[in-house]
């Protein structure tokens, strides 16, 4: 296992911890104090990828921003990059920390998770906001029309090209990052540098997340195992208008599965809600956090 040697970017109020769980050791960012938030994030990001929304929350939460295994600065493992083992990693991650119960918030790939734990074990999560994901229930008659969008997935999920393009072709990161959002211009420089590198650095577990989905997860969804599984967590999903991967119209056909399930779509914005519309995205949370109460 190895752990990258790359700067940490600077936060103010960070405070930097490995926690070691299932063989792995995972970075964890913490801010302030209060009622516990998870933050998962997505690809081709890290825990900095929540760094517009952080101060939005710093005044209620205990802000605890994970990178998924082989991400950012935790382990580089050889295997455990299916959705089942990165959720096995959080739960352990919570139990790690004394953490019973918790408000998850989570992008893209994390999103995956997220729904995949808070089917799993429900007690855990107090609510679950999901930002550019697709629902374990998406109808196929919507699914189909969009599976052009995922074209650029053939350049990731294969085992040695994928790893190459990742490592070797960081151009290709960056134009994912800016096709994804409705306006480029909100991207610093700074910041499609940070997580550019980082994308070198986590090439091979970049590569075996695209590729486990391939072997694991759509067998799995043209079984229908994960369908089965009912969403009991209140949860939020929310899409961008313009999201080029997620489209709005596959956020539908949810609802019968969940006992409280609802979608927003955000005018004007794309696939990094986060980055894009973090007022929208903090706003939204403390409406489903208070809704719990």
């Not at 990693?89 to 997220?114: E, I, K, P, Y």
């Not at 374990?136 to 995922?150: A, D, I, K, S």
């Amino acid at each position: 296992m190895t752990i990258s040697d790359r700067p940490i970017p600077h936060l103010e109020g960070a405070e930097h911890r490995w926690v070691t769980v299932r063989g792995v050791r995972l970075h964890v960012a913490e801010f302030g104090s209060g009622e516990p938030l998870v933050l998962l994030h997505g690809f081709p990001q890290h825990w900095y990828a929540w760094r517009r929304l952080i101060p939005l929350l710093l005044a209620d939460h205990r802000l605890i921003c994970v990178d998924l295994r082989g991400f950012g600065w935790s382990g580089r493992t050889s295997r455990g990059y299916d959705t089942d083992s990165l959720g096995e990693d959080v739960l352990a991650l919570l139990d790690a920390l004394g953490l019973d119960r918790v408000t998850l918030v989570a992008h893209d790939w994390g999103a995956g998770v997220g729904f995949r734990i808070c089917q799993r074990a429900p007690e855990r999560f107090r609510a679950f906001l999901a930002l550019n994901a697709a629902h374990p229930w998406t109808l196929h008659r919507q699914v189909l029309p969009n599976l052009w969008r995922m074209w650029f997935t053939a350049f990731i999920e294969y085992p040695v090209v994928g790893r190459l393009v990742l490592r070797h072709w960081p151009a290709f990161t960056r134009y994912l990052l800016r096709r994804a959002v409705a306006d480029r211009s909100g991207w610093l420089d700074a910041e499609l540098a940070e997580f550019t590198e980082a994308t070198q650095a986590s090439a091979r577990a970049g590569q075996a997340l695209f590729w486990q989905y391939v072997v694991r997860e759509i067998p799995a969804g043209l079984r229908g195992t994960h369908r089965r599984r009912r969403l009991t967590v209140p949860t939020l999903v929310m899409g961008g208008e313009h999201d080029p991967v997620i489209p709005p119209a596959v956020l539908r056909g949810g609802d019968p599965y969940a006992d409280s399930l609802t979608v927003t779509v955000v005018p004007g914005a794309g696939h990094h809600l986060h980055e894009e519309r973090p007022e929208a995205v903090a706003e939204s949370l403390r409406k489903l956090i208070e809704g719990t109460d």
